[in-house]
């Protein structure tokens, strides 16, 4: 039996272990090499999957790196203004109120230019579930300083590093939603093991479980690494995540009710 | 007979957005148009005919939940005044741009700036011309009485959704704050869902099915040509729009030696200017554009045979007067008369205005 003969006999029904999802599109990502935004697509992607939603599920898609999400994940898609997609999740969960809205949205994005389109969507605890990507800086644009980046962080507009006396302090943004009463679930996750990955996917489970149940907005944020703006290899990158973003973000569910 | 009330133009608005089976209105306090959203929460069009309505935190937020909704395919509005329509300028230009319908209300106050919250006409440039980034339209209707604002609703959805374009109700405060008897338009029932999937089904992101291709409402394309390609369409919707829409009124035109052209309350305020200029021996008439875009350019254009000189009335300091001139092309005189800021003019100094321009005096 050549090797070729033998591989294609491995490579059978009986013997799947592991497939990619059908939500997952083969549309090639954009993505840098070492970005979060592609596991976490998975993540999501293998929940709605899991969950039977894709029929009923819209997403929300910024401005940002991840303004193309649409072209990846096999659902219907509103592509919105910087800032503004919890302002188009919260028409579209209320007019609908049978469908799965989530938003996904950069620290840009939501942080900067969208604060208070998320603050007021959360404080009327929208039926909506909210993807929060927090990588400190941002990467579209060519690396310029976010209301997360780090103290002393250097980004193409803080080339010294972030001096916070004059450009304020990283924002925390589950922590600040978390006072809501609007918001339900709120928690910070990561997604640079296989470990994390898993715990991310009961996270986004939850989220959509909520949504079913009308119980208010669930907000996932997902620290994660930008290689490309933070200049490093992806290895690099995990490392500095875990040593840097770790201790100022720290992980956990801040809020479950 | 129908039902025939005597009603604020605001409140019209409202109990006209209910009755046509509009699914949600978005929108922010501001003046002089708050009446309108007031009306919807005191009516309770959730109870009736399920309509969402919602308080925004923002001028932004509220047009971006109406760009949330226009992508599910439903019949949503906002409305505002000056400064508002201002913010709202991004989630306009994006509706454009994405080819979703709205309806949007702008009850005019003067500016710039804050301004003033008494009556303008001073947005003109912002509804026609732009207000927003990029080569786009808006279908902008001109209400002239109570009556229009409550027609207009109506009219306004159905062709934002026959083109796939954002439509504006121009009016101002005077039209949004005066009563007058109006007779309201008859209920229509909101569209079903799977109503919306047989008109729609192509765009609306009503969540994807196994039998089509998934729906992505997105105003993006970073390939030029293809972007160059979508402006074209644009370019084509705009000229059919103005094949097809035009929509004007003409008042005592037919022994006109002279003509006012005007919109909305300078129009009311020409038909008083047209009766005292007729007692004085001076045969005006008035041509009316009921669609600011599509422009009434040819009505214009035909009228230059007949008629010595035109004046264009508008509470600004000559907005519109330049479409006037684009139409007339130096064939006739052309005058601008308004009063802005929020002071309107009278019919006595528009028939004076007619006088020193061109009658000498």
Known sequence: MTATTELKNIISEENVVYKKTSVLLDNEMHYCPGCTHGVIHKAIAEVIDEMGIQEKTVGVSPVGCSVLAYNYLDIDWQQAAHGRAPALATATSRLMPDKYVFTYQGDGDLASIGCAEIMHACNRGESIVVFFVNNAIYGMTGGQMAPTTLEGQVTATSPYGRDCHTTGFPMKMSEMVAMLPGTRFVTRESAETPGAVRKLKKAIRKGFENTREDKGISFIEIVGTCSSGWKMSPVQSNVWMKENMFPYYPLGTLKDE | ?361
């Open chain 2, 1 to 361: 007979m129908g039902d025939i009330r005597l009603m604020k133009g605001n409140e019209v608005i409202a109990e006209a957005a209910i009755r046509c089976g509009c699914d949600g209105y978005f929108g922010y306090p501001i003046t002089p148009q708050s009446e309108i959203m007031e009306t919807l929460m005191i009516r309770r069009p959730e109870l009736e005919t399920g309509m969402v309505v919602v308080q925004a935190e923002s001028e932004v937020a509220a047009i971006n939940m109406v760009y949330g909704g226009a992508s599910c395919g439903k019949k949503v509005m906002t409305s505002s005044s000056s400064p508002g329509i201002s913010l709202k300028a991004e989630g306009i230009t994006y509706l454009a741009g994405a080819e979703l319908p709205a309806l949007i209300v702008n009850i005019v106050r003067g500016g710039p700036g804050l301004g003033t919250i008494q009556p303008a006409q001073s947005d003109y440039f912002q509804a026609v011309k732009g207000g927003g980034h990029g080569d786009y339209k808006l279908i902008v209707l001109a209400p002239a009485s109570v009556q229009e604002m409550n027609d207009f609703v109506d009219l306004g959805f159905e062709l934002s959704h026959k083109y796939l374009n954002p439509a504006m109700i121009l009016s101002d405060g005077v039209i949004g704050q005066m009563m007058e008897k109006v007779e309201l338009s008859e209920f229509k029932p909101r569209w079903t869902e799977e109503e919306i999937i047989a008109k729609s089904g192509t765009w609306a992101t009503t969540g994807k099915t196994a039998d089509r291709e998934r729906n992505i409402s997105t105003s993006l394309d970073l390939d030029s040509a293809k972007q160059e390609v979508f402006n074209h369409k644009l370019q084509a919707k705009y000229r059919a729009m103005e094949e097809n829409e035009v929509r004007f009124e003409k008042i005592d035109c037919d022994d006109a030696d002279y003509l006012f052209v005007a919109y909305g309350s300078s129009a009311r305020i020409c038909q008083k200017a047209i009766e005292l200029a007729r007692e004085k021996g001076i045969k005006v008439g008035l041509l009316r554009p009921i669609t600011l875009f599509p422009y009434p350019t040819k009505a214009i254009q035909e009228m230059l045979g007949q008629v010595k000189g035109i004046l264009s009335v508008e509470m600004s300091a000559g907005q519109m007067v330049e479409d006037v001139r684009l139409a007339v092309n130096g064939k006739v005189p052309v005058e601008h008369y308004g009063r802005y800021g929020g002071i309107i003019p009278t019919p006595d100094e528009v028939v004076e205005a007619l006088e020193q321009n061109f009658l000498g005096e």
